[in-house]
Protein backbone atom coordinates (compact mmCIF):
# COMPACT_ATOMS: atom_id res chain seq x y z
CA UNK A 1 0.00 0.00 0.00
CA UNK A 2 1.56 3.46 -1.05
CA UNK A 3 2.25 5.89 1.50
CA UNK A 4 0.38 9.09 1.26
CA UNK A 5 2.56 12.54 0.49
CA UNK A 6 1.92 15.77 1.54
CA UNK A 7 2.45 18.60 -0.85
CA UNK A 8 4.67 20.22 1.91
CA UNK A 9 6.40 17.20 3.34
CA UNK A 10 10.68 17.35 3.20
CA UNK A 11 13.00 14.86 4.12
CA UNK A 12 15.64 16.43 6.31
CA UNK A 13 19.28 14.47 6.83
CA UNK A 14 20.52 15.69 10.42
CA UNK A 15 24.13 15.78 11.50
CA UNK A 16 24.91 12.77 13.95
CA UNK A 17 26.19 14.83 17.19
CA UNK A 18 24.58 16.55 19.95
CA UNK A 19 21.51 14.30 19.25
CA UNK A 20 19.36 15.56 22.13
CA UNK A 21 19.87 19.43 21.06
CA UNK A 22 18.74 18.71 17.40
CA UNK A 23 14.64 18.45 17.86
CA UNK A 24 14.82 21.76 20.11
CA UNK A 25 16.23 23.48 17.85
CA UNK A 26 14.53 22.38 14.70
CA UNK A 27 11.09 23.22 17.12
CA UNK A 28 12.33 27.21 17.83
CA UNK A 29 13.54 27.57 13.97
CA UNK A 30 9.87 26.28 12.32
CA UNK A 31 8.50 28.58 15.23
CA UNK A 32 10.51 31.49 14.60
CA UNK A 33 9.86 31.65 10.58
CA UNK A 34 6.03 31.17 11.42
CA UNK A 35 5.11 27.61 10.99
CA UNK A 36 4.94 24.70 13.88
CA UNK A 37 5.72 21.23 14.84
CA UNK A 38 2.50 19.57 14.63
CA UNK A 39 1.70 15.89 15.36
CA UNK A 40 2.44 13.86 11.89
CA UNK A 41 5.79 14.47 11.70
CA UNK A 42 8.28 11.60 11.69
CA UNK A 43 11.07 11.48 13.63
CA UNK A 44 12.95 8.36 14.18
CA UNK A 45 14.80 8.47 17.23
CA UNK A 46 18.62 8.72 16.47
CA UNK A 47 18.13 8.33 13.02
CA UNK A 48 19.90 11.77 10.60
CA UNK A 49 16.82 11.18 8.58
CA UNK A 50 13.01 12.85 9.42
CA UNK A 51 10.52 13.67 7.32
CA UNK A 52 8.56 17.04 8.54
CA UNK A 53 5.70 19.13 6.99
CA UNK A 54 6.93 22.49 6.48
CA UNK A 55 4.27 24.82 5.37
CA UNK A 56 6.01 26.99 2.46
CA UNK A 57 9.46 26.09 0.61
CA UNK A 58 10.50 29.57 1.98
CA UNK A 59 10.15 28.42 5.81
CA UNK A 60 12.45 25.82 4.79
CA UNK A 61 14.87 27.47 3.16
CA UNK A 62 14.90 30.11 6.16
CA UNK A 63 15.07 27.05 8.44
CA UNK A 64 18.23 25.66 6.67
CA UNK A 65 19.53 29.14 6.24
CA UNK A 66 19.91 28.73 10.45
CA UNK A 67 20.00 25.40 11.48
CA UNK A 68 23.64 23.97 13.05
CA UNK A 69 21.92 20.20 13.36
CA UNK A 70 20.54 19.49 9.84
CA UNK A 71 23.26 19.34 6.73
CA UNK A 72 20.47 18.92 4.17
CA UNK A 73 16.66 19.48 3.42
CA UNK A 74 15.05 17.72 0.55
CA UNK A 75 11.28 18.33 -0.89
CA UNK A 76 10.07 14.84 -0.76
CA UNK A 77 8.36 13.63 -4.10
CA UNK A 78 7.52 10.18 -2.75
CA UNK A 79 8.91 7.36 0.22
CA UNK A 80 8.71 3.77 0.65
CA UNK A 81 9.96 0.01 2.21
CA UNK A 82 10.09 -0.88 -1.42
CA UNK A 83 11.18 0.16 -4.88
CA UNK A 84 7.27 -0.94 -5.61
CA UNK A 85 6.17 1.27 -2.78
CA UNK A 86 8.46 4.14 -3.35
CA UNK A 87 6.95 3.97 -7.35
CA UNK A 88 3.09 3.78 -6.52
CA UNK A 89 3.98 7.03 -3.59
CA UNK A 90 5.62 9.05 -6.61
CA UNK A 91 3.12 8.34 -9.02
CA UNK A 92 0.30 10.07 -6.21
CA UNK A 93 2.47 13.21 -6.04
CA UNK A 94 0.78 16.35 -7.67
CA UNK A 95 2.76 16.26 -11.33
CA UNK A 96 2.00 20.24 -11.30
CA UNK A 97 4.69 20.07 -8.80
CA UNK A 98 6.97 18.16 -10.81
CA UNK A 99 6.52 20.01 -13.95
CA UNK A 100 9.35 22.61 -13.17
CA UNK A 101 12.06 19.96 -13.12
CA UNK A 102 11.14 17.78 -15.64
CA UNK A 103 12.10 20.02 -19.19
CA UNK A 104 14.34 18.18 -21.47
CA UNK A 105 17.44 20.68 -20.67
CA UNK A 106 17.01 20.51 -16.90
CA UNK A 107 19.79 19.07 -15.19
CA UNK A 108 19.97 17.17 -12.09
CA UNK A 109 22.62 15.86 -9.76
CA UNK A 110 21.76 12.79 -7.56
CA UNK A 111 23.04 12.76 -4.13
CA UNK A 112 23.34 9.50 -1.68
CA UNK A 113 23.56 9.18 1.45
CA UNK A 114 22.70 5.97 3.53
CA UNK A 115 22.79 5.38 7.50
CA UNK A 116 23.59 1.73 8.74
CA UNK A 117 23.38 -0.16 5.73
CA UNK A 118 25.27 0.08 2.13
CA UNK A 119 23.04 0.15 -0.85
CA UNK A 120 24.18 -0.33 -4.54
CA UNK A 121 23.50 2.59 -7.39
CA UNK A 122 20.51 0.54 -8.35
CA UNK A 123 18.77 0.90 -4.78
CA UNK A 124 19.26 4.76 -4.80
CA UNK A 125 16.70 6.97 -5.20
CA UNK A 126 16.37 10.60 -6.23
CA UNK A 127 15.81 13.93 -4.23
CA UNK A 128 15.35 17.09 -4.97
CA UNK A 129 17.88 19.34 -3.29
CA UNK A 130 16.83 22.79 -1.65
CA UNK A 131 19.37 23.93 0.50
CA UNK A 132 22.04 23.01 2.60
CA UNK A 133 22.35 23.88 6.49
CA UNK A 134 24.68 25.81 8.26
CA UNK A 135 27.34 23.20 8.90
CA UNK A 136 30.41 25.32 7.72
CA UNK A 137 29.56 27.81 10.53
CA UNK A 138 31.34 25.41 12.52
CA UNK A 139 34.86 25.59 10.80
CA UNK A 140 34.72 28.60 9.25
CA UNK A 141 34.14 30.36 13.34
CA UNK A 142 36.00 27.43 14.78
CA UNK A 143 37.55 29.02 18.18
CA UNK A 144 41.14 27.58 16.99
CA UNK A 145 41.46 30.74 14.63
CA UNK A 146 39.81 33.26 16.81
CA UNK A 147 41.70 36.27 18.32
CA UNK A 148 40.70 36.09 21.37
CA UNK A 149 40.06 32.76 23.43
CA UNK A 150 39.76 31.99 27.26
CA UNK A 151 40.04 28.75 29.16
CA UNK A 152 35.96 28.22 28.50
CA UNK A 153 35.41 29.63 25.33
CA UNK A 154 32.52 28.21 24.06
CA UNK A 155 32.74 25.37 20.88
CA UNK A 156 30.99 27.15 17.96
CA UNK A 157 28.29 25.03 16.82
CA UNK A 158 27.36 25.06 20.11
CA UNK A 159 27.02 28.64 20.07
CA UNK A 160 24.77 28.87 17.08
CA UNK A 161 22.76 26.06 18.64
CA UNK A 162 22.21 28.22 21.52
CA UNK A 163 21.38 31.20 19.41
CA UNK A 164 18.70 28.84 17.50
CA UNK A 165 17.11 27.90 20.81
CA UNK A 166 16.79 31.44 21.30
CA UNK A 167 15.13 31.96 18.24
CA UNK A 168 17.70 34.60 17.26
CA UNK A 169 16.65 36.79 14.73
CA UNK A 170 17.30 40.33 12.60
CA UNK A 171 17.28 43.73 14.88
CA UNK A 172 17.17 41.45 18.64
CA UNK A 173 19.04 43.01 21.63
CA UNK A 174 20.70 39.71 22.90
CA UNK A 175 22.67 39.96 26.48
CA UNK A 176 25.22 37.80 28.07
CA UNK A 177 25.58 38.30 31.94
CA UNK A 178 28.52 36.11 32.11
CA UNK A 179 30.23 37.07 28.67
CA UNK A 180 33.93 36.56 28.99
CA UNK A 181 35.54 36.59 25.92
CA UNK A 182 32.21 36.82 23.66
CA UNK A 183 31.53 33.76 22.13
CA UNK A 184 27.83 33.50 22.58
CA UNK A 185 27.67 37.12 21.02
CA UNK A 186 29.33 36.49 17.96
CA UNK A 187 26.90 33.38 17.23
CA UNK A 188 23.77 36.03 18.14
CA UNK A 189 25.73 38.39 15.71
CA UNK A 190 25.88 36.67 12.82
CA UNK A 191 22.46 36.48 12.92
CA UNK A 192 21.86 39.99 12.97
CA UNK A 193 20.99 40.78 16.58
CA UNK A 194 23.00 43.35 18.17
CA UNK A 195 24.81 42.33 21.25
CA UNK A 196 25.77 43.24 24.66
CA UNK A 197 27.10 41.51 27.98
CA UNK A 198 28.61 41.49 31.48
CA UNK A 199 31.43 39.93 33.01
CA UNK A 200 32.76 40.28 36.38
CA UNK A 201 36.41 40.13 35.34
CA UNK A 202 37.93 43.71 34.47
CA UNK A 203 40.75 42.01 32.66
CA UNK A 204 38.55 39.42 30.26
CA UNK A 205 36.22 42.70 29.21
CA UNK A 206 39.60 45.32 28.71
CA UNK A 207 41.86 42.14 26.49
CA UNK A 208 44.31 42.34 29.36
CA UNK A 209 46.50 40.49 31.41
CA UNK A 210 48.06 36.96 30.60
CA UNK A 211 46.82 35.07 27.73
CA UNK A 212 45.23 31.25 26.85
CA UNK A 213 46.88 30.65 24.12
CA UNK A 214 49.99 28.32 24.36
CA UNK A 215 53.34 29.98 24.17
CA UNK A 216 51.69 33.42 24.16
CA UNK A 217 52.51 35.08 27.81
CA UNK A 218 50.29 38.41 27.47
CA UNK A 219 47.35 39.19 25.57
CA UNK A 220 47.75 41.34 22.12
CA UNK A 221 45.79 44.44 21.20
CA UNK A 222 43.72 43.15 19.01
CA UNK A 223 42.76 40.48 21.79
CA UNK A 224 39.17 41.52 23.07
CA UNK A 225 35.66 41.07 22.36
CA UNK A 226 35.26 43.71 19.81
CA UNK A 227 38.16 42.60 17.59
CA UNK A 228 36.50 39.20 17.59
CA UNK A 229 33.51 40.65 16.15
CA UNK A 230 35.56 42.85 13.92
CA UNK A 231 37.59 39.44 12.67
CA UNK A 232 34.16 38.09 11.34
CA UNK A 233 33.11 41.84 9.74
CA UNK A 234 30.15 41.62 12.80
CA UNK A 235 31.32 44.92 14.75
CA UNK A 236 28.37 46.75 13.33
CA UNK A 237 26.53 44.74 15.76
CA UNK A 238 28.07 44.75 19.04
CA UNK A 239 26.55 47.75 21.69
CA UNK A 240 28.85 47.22 24.43
CA UNK A 241 30.28 45.28 27.11
CA UNK A 242 30.35 46.52 30.73
CA UNK A 243 32.66 45.21 33.87
CA UNK A 244 29.29 44.33 36.55
CA UNK A 245 28.51 41.91 38.54
CA UNK A 246 25.79 39.43 37.36
CA UNK A 247 24.02 39.06 40.97
CA UNK A 248 23.88 42.68 41.03
CA UNK A 249 22.38 43.89 38.12
CA UNK A 250 22.90 47.71 37.42
CA UNK A 251 20.29 48.21 35.01
CA UNK A 252 17.15 50.47 35.53
CA UNK A 253 14.13 48.17 35.50
CA UNK A 254 12.05 47.62 32.38
CA UNK A 255 12.76 45.21 29.98
CA UNK A 256 15.44 45.07 27.14
CA UNK A 257 16.29 41.92 25.79
CA UNK A 258 14.91 39.68 23.10
CA UNK A 259 16.97 37.16 24.10
CA UNK A 260 19.49 36.66 27.65
CA UNK A 261 22.01 33.10 26.30
CA UNK A 262 24.83 32.52 28.04
CA UNK A 263 27.15 30.06 29.92
CA UNK A 264 27.70 30.80 33.85
CA UNK A 265 30.93 29.62 35.07
CA UNK A 266 30.66 26.30 37.20
CA UNK A 267 33.85 27.03 39.44
CA UNK A 268 35.92 24.28 37.54
CA UNK A 269 37.97 26.55 35.31
CA UNK A 270 36.63 29.68 36.11
CA UNK A 271 35.68 30.66 39.48
CA UNK A 272 32.19 31.65 40.41
CA UNK A 273 32.37 35.23 42.14
CA UNK A 274 30.62 38.09 42.86
CA UNK A 275 31.39 41.08 44.86
CA UNK A 276 31.15 41.62 48.78
CA UNK A 277 30.30 44.26 51.03
CA UNK A 278 31.76 46.34 53.92
CA UNK A 279 29.58 43.44 56.03
CA UNK A 280 30.30 40.26 54.32
CA UNK A 281 34.11 40.47 54.53
CA UNK A 282 35.47 37.04 56.32
CA UNK A 283 36.57 38.32 59.75
CA UNK A 284 40.23 38.41 60.10
CA UNK A 285 40.25 40.73 56.51
CA UNK A 286 40.37 44.94 57.44
CA UNK A 287 37.99 46.21 55.87
CA UNK A 288 38.65 48.42 52.40
CA UNK A 289 38.19 51.55 52.04
CA UNK A 290 35.23 53.07 50.91
CA UNK A 291 37.66 53.72 47.04
CA UNK A 292 38.03 50.55 46.77
CA UNK A 293 36.24 47.77 44.76
CA UNK A 294 34.47 45.49 47.22
CA UNK A 295 36.45 42.40 48.01
CA UNK A 296 34.92 39.10 45.87
CA UNK A 297 32.77 36.28 47.81
CA UNK A 298 32.59 32.93 46.75
CA UNK A 299 28.59 32.64 44.75
CA UNK A 300 26.56 29.55 45.05
CA UNK A 301 25.70 27.64 42.00
CA UNK A 302 22.18 27.68 43.15
CA UNK A 303 22.00 31.52 43.87
CA UNK A 304 23.61 32.56 40.97
CA UNK A 305 20.88 30.33 38.72
CA UNK A 306 17.63 31.97 40.41
CA UNK A 307 19.68 35.44 39.98
CA UNK A 308 19.96 35.04 36.25
CA UNK A 309 16.32 33.81 36.10
CA UNK A 310 14.99 36.59 38.42
CA UNK A 311 17.08 39.02 35.81
CA UNK A 312 15.05 37.17 32.06
CA UNK A 313 12.06 37.21 34.08
CA UNK A 314 12.58 41.11 34.69
CA UNK A 315 14.44 42.11 31.41
CA UNK A 316 13.23 39.87 29.22
CA UNK A 317 10.48 41.06 26.84
CA UNK A 318 7.20 38.90 26.96
CA UNK A 319 7.81 35.56 24.30
CA UNK A 320 11.85 36.40 24.50
CA UNK A 321 14.08 33.46 25.63
CA UNK A 322 16.32 32.32 28.42
CA UNK A 323 19.06 29.90 26.94
CA UNK A 324 21.93 28.65 29.80
CA UNK A 325 23.91 25.83 30.89
CA UNK A 326 23.30 23.86 34.07
CA UNK A 327 25.91 21.53 35.65
CA UNK A 328 24.86 19.04 37.41
CA UNK A 329 26.25 15.53 38.79
CA UNK A 330 25.33 13.17 37.22
CA UNK A 331 24.33 10.52 40.08
CA UNK A 332 22.11 12.65 41.62
CA UNK A 333 20.24 14.64 38.47
CA UNK A 334 16.54 14.58 38.41
CA UNK A 335 14.62 17.11 36.20
CA UNK A 336 12.63 18.77 39.60
CA UNK A 337 16.55 19.91 39.69
CA UNK A 338 15.87 22.64 37.13
CA UNK A 339 15.35 26.03 38.64
CA UNK A 340 12.17 27.20 38.18
CA UNK A 341 9.92 30.47 38.04
CA UNK A 342 6.91 31.70 37.49
CA UNK A 343 7.40 33.58 34.52
CA UNK A 344 9.53 31.56 32.47
CA UNK A 345 8.60 28.64 31.05
CA UNK A 346 10.80 25.45 30.20
CA UNK A 347 10.84 24.81 26.40
CA UNK A 348 13.87 22.36 26.64
CA UNK A 349 16.21 20.33 28.41
CA UNK A 350 19.17 18.63 26.53
CA UNK A 351 22.15 16.96 27.72
CA UNK A 352 25.88 17.22 27.09
CA UNK A 353 27.82 14.84 28.81
CA UNK A 354 31.29 15.70 30.34
CA UNK A 355 32.31 13.08 32.30
CA UNK A 356 31.03 9.77 33.43
CA UNK A 357 30.02 11.29 36.78
CA UNK A 358 28.95 15.02 35.62
CA UNK A 359 27.09 16.55 32.71
CA UNK A 360 25.79 19.85 31.66
CA UNK A 361 22.21 20.80 30.47
CA UNK A 362 21.18 23.11 28.02
CA UNK A 363 17.89 24.90 29.49
CA UNK A 364 16.02 27.18 27.05
CA UNK A 365 13.02 28.93 29.04
CA UNK A 366 10.12 31.77 27.63
CA UNK A 367 8.91 34.60 29.30
CA UNK A 368 5.06 33.62 29.55
CA UNK A 369 4.56 36.51 32.26
CA UNK A 370 5.32 40.05 33.34
CA UNK A 371 6.90 40.42 36.05
CA UNK A 372 5.71 41.76 39.59
CA UNK A 373 7.40 42.71 42.44
CA UNK A 374 6.06 39.50 44.44
CA UNK A 375 7.59 37.15 41.59
CA UNK A 376 11.06 37.94 43.16
CA UNK A 377 11.14 35.34 45.65
CA UNK A 378 7.97 33.00 44.36
CA UNK A 379 10.68 30.54 43.10
CA UNK A 380 11.81 29.92 46.59
CA UNK A 381 9.03 28.36 47.60
CA UNK A 382 8.94 26.23 45.04
CA UNK A 383 9.78 21.98 45.18
CA UNK A 384 12.60 23.04 42.41
CA UNK A 385 14.61 25.34 44.91
CA UNK A 386 16.35 22.73 47.56
CA UNK A 387 17.19 19.71 45.08
CA UNK A 388 19.06 21.97 43.16
CA UNK A 389 21.11 23.22 46.36
CA UNK A 390 22.89 20.26 46.29
CA UNK A 391 25.19 21.17 43.59
CA UNK A 392 26.68 23.94 45.19
CA UNK A 393 28.99 21.89 45.69
CA UNK A 394 29.76 20.63 41.69
CA UNK A 395 33.29 21.63 41.75
CA UNK A 396 34.58 19.15 44.83
CA UNK A 397 32.16 16.09 43.23
CA UNK A 398 33.49 16.98 39.92
CA UNK A 399 36.93 17.44 41.21
CA UNK A 400 36.63 13.85 43.78
CA UNK A 401 34.93 12.20 40.53
CA UNK A 402 38.84 12.70 38.81
CA UNK A 403 40.77 12.17 41.56
CA UNK A 404 39.34 8.56 41.79
CA UNK A 405 39.77 8.29 38.09
CA UNK A 406 43.40 9.21 38.32
CA UNK A 407 43.80 6.65 41.27
CA UNK A 408 41.98 3.82 39.38
CA UNK A 409 44.16 4.52 36.39
CA UNK A 410 47.40 4.02 38.65
CA UNK A 411 46.66 1.35 40.45
CA UNK A 412 45.58 -0.74 36.86
CA UNK A 413 49.06 0.25 35.96
CA UNK A 414 50.70 -0.97 38.84
CA UNK A 415 49.34 -4.48 38.42
Same mark, same amino acid.
Given at each position: $? ?11 ? $? ?108 ? /? ?25 ? %? ?16 ? /? ?44 ? %? ?11 ? %? ?6 ? /? ?10 ? /? ?6 TYFDAIITDPPYGIRESTRRTGSQKEIPKGIEKCPESHVPVS ?6 ? $? ?59 ? $? ?50
Amino acid at each position: $MALSCSRNRYLLL $MAQEHLEFRLPEIKSLLSLFGGQFTSNQEIYGKSPFWILSIPSEDIARNLMKRTVCAKSIFELWGHGKSPEELYSSLKNYPVEKMVPFLHSDSTYKIKIHTFNKTLTQEE /KVKRIDIADGQRELIESYSVKKRHFIG %NTSMDAGLSFIMANHGKV /KENDIVFDPFVGTGGLLIASAHFGAYVCGTDIDYNTVHGLGKASRK %NQKWRGPDENIRA %NLRQYGLE /KYYLDVLVSDAS /KPSWRKGTYFDAIITDPPYGIRESTRRTGSQKEIPKGIEKCPESHVPVSLSYHLSD $MFFDLLNFAAETLVLGGRLVYWLPVYTPEYTEEMVPWHPCLQLISNCEQKLSSHTSRRLIT $MEKVKTFENRDQYSHLLSDHFLPYQGHNSFREKYFSGVTKRIAKEEKCSQE
